[in-house]
């Protein structure tokens, strides 16, 4: 089954607003990632955060990571037609030798 | 430079002719592994290698065979290919933390 689960499945917005997309999961985790796919070509790392903090910020990119609640956010500040893609949360879960991808938001910034 | 490559990119094939979709990697990674993407289904692992002649199962295996006789190079199997095998797949390596790196993918036709 699906660790991660990310919403809004699909998320349009215009160019300059930000984009915030969110992400659960289920087990104890050791990190989350977030990986960025332009359409039909292979997931690109952005950012990992770890189970110990709470706010990563990376350029354009700040990710939060709420343990408790078991739920991570992306925020993409100052949107650009570049960042139209899809975003996946990744979760790192403990005892496990995998990560266990979600089904990804699609992110479309208008001009 | 860092880099995953696949081959081939693109496969139309029919029912039953065996195939080999290769992967190599130039990172010295150990942990490689193989994902097929389907719509509505996200990205699921199919095989996973923590080294050198160690494999193991993900989370759909059947129909697939990988082999590991070598640090760089992972191949993927399809010994009796099926329609239901028609997919997008990516190769993977990864880092200690698990950051993934992924190959361009190969987009698999199976008539």
């Known amino acids: 089954s699906q660790q991660g689960e990310e919403d809004p499945q699909a998320l349009s917005i215009q160019e300059g607003e930000n984009a915030t997309m969110n992400c659960s999961y289920k087990?104890?985790?050791?990190?989350l990632q977030w990986y960025r796919q332009n359409s039909g070509r292979g997931l690109v790392h952005l950012i990992l955060i770890r189970s110990n903090e709470r706010e990563k910020h990376s350029g354009r990119l700040r990710v939060t990571l709420d343990t408790s609640k078991k739920s991570s956010s992306l925020l993409i500040t100052a949107s650009r037609a570049a960042d139209t893609a899809s975003y996946f949360c990744?979760?790192?879960?403990?005892?496990?030798?995998?990560?266990?991808f979600g089904q990804g938001t699609r992110l479309t910034i208008n001009p | 430079e860092a880099q995953v490559t696949q081959n081939p990119r693109y496969l139309i094939t029919v029912t039953g002719k065996k195939l080999t979709v290769t992967c190599s990697q130039n990172?010295?990674?150990?942990?490689m592994s193989w994902y097929r993407q389907d719509p509505g289904l996200g990205l699921r692992q199919i095989y996973y290698s923590m080294n050198v002649e160690v494999t193991d199962k993900g989370d759909v295996p059947e129909g697939y065979k990988v082999s590991r006789k070598e640090k760089r190079n992972f191949p993927l199997i399809l010994e009796s290919p099926s329609p239901n095998q028609t997919s997008l797949y990516f190769c993977?390596?990864?880092?200690?933390?698990?950051?993934?790196?992924f190959g361009p993918g190969t987009r698999l036709t199976v008539l």
């Open positions: 087990t104890s985790i050791n990190n």
């Open positions: 993977a390596t990864t880092t200690g933390l698990k950051e993934q790196f």
């Open positions: 990172m010295n990674h150990e942990y």
């Open positions: 990744a979760t790192d879960p403990q005892g496990a030798q995998k990560l266990v």
